[in-house]
């Protein structure tokens, strides 16, 4: 390995230790908003059942923020009858990565799981296009289908029912935020001596942080 050449590096490519990772955060998703093609906010979500068994999707960041009193955090919203939805229920710990390929980063993010207030579930939903309002009726999402026609003639059934009126949000679609206790920063680097670095949050309120650099 060429040393010289890694050690020479200039000090702008360090990952900046900023005493708030929401700020790092931030910057980052600012970056990847401006560099990927699609999806910025797109992240893995890694959820679990009672006895421990993982599971993984990506889903959409939808805000990072706290409502009131709320704690900050990634708010993410679903069907609450879905897969996903049943397991942050019964054990609502959660994980999300995000990477974003065009700038050789990623950001993993671990905590507790709150659910959003109806206020703000409200909020996000009249936002949504109509159709995906519709869509949210429409879909038992993660039941068995029998086929796609079942889906077309639900989604038509929901269309009659609100016609061109008002489409309120169902009571079994709303929101969840991701509380972090632990964010980790990783940045590609030449001879995958990458940079890493974590937040811990330590107990009190407002949050506070403690900072560690970690091996590739």
């Known amino acids: 390995m060429d ?6 590096r200039k000090t702008g490519d360090d990952l900046p230790e900023l005493a708030d990772p929401f700020a790092l955060f931030s910057l980052w998703f600012d970056d990847a908003k401006a560099a990927e093609p699609a ?10 059942t009672p006895d421990g068994r ?4 990506i889903v959409l960041l939808k805000g990072l923020d706290g409502e009131g009193a709320e704690p900050r955090g990634f708010v993410f919203f679903t069907n609450l009858d879905s897969r996903k939805g049943g397991e942050l229920r019964s054990n609502p710990h959660a994980a999300l990565c995000f990477h974003w390929k065009s700038l050789t980063r990623q950001v993993r993010v671990e905590g507790p799981i709150l659910p959003v207030s109806p ?4 909020a996000y939903y009249a936002t949504r296009p109509r159709g995906s309002r519709i869509g949210a009726w ?3 999402q993660s039941r068995p289908l029998a086929d ?12 009659a029912r609100f016609g061109d009126g ?8 709303s929101g ?15 001879f995958r001596l990458h940079d890493r670095l974590v937040y811990h949050r330590e107990a009190g309120t407002p949050a506070r942080w403690r900072t560690e650099r970690l091996y590739p």
């Open 3 to 8: 040393t010289e050449t890694f050690a020479g």
């Open 176 to 190: 969840f935020r991701l509380v972090p206790s632990r964010i980790e920063f990783w940045h590609d680097r030449p």
């Open 39 to 48: 999806d910025p906010n797109a992240m893995a979500l890694a959820t679990a």
């Open 148 to 159: 796609k026609a079942e889906l077309v003639a639900r989604v038509v059934e929901y269309e």
């Open 138 to 140: 429409a879909s038992d």
């Open 166 to 173: 008002d489409i309120p949000r169902p009571p079994h679609w």
């Open 54 to 57: 993982p599971s993984v999707r």
């Open 119 to 122: 206020a703000e579930a409200d």
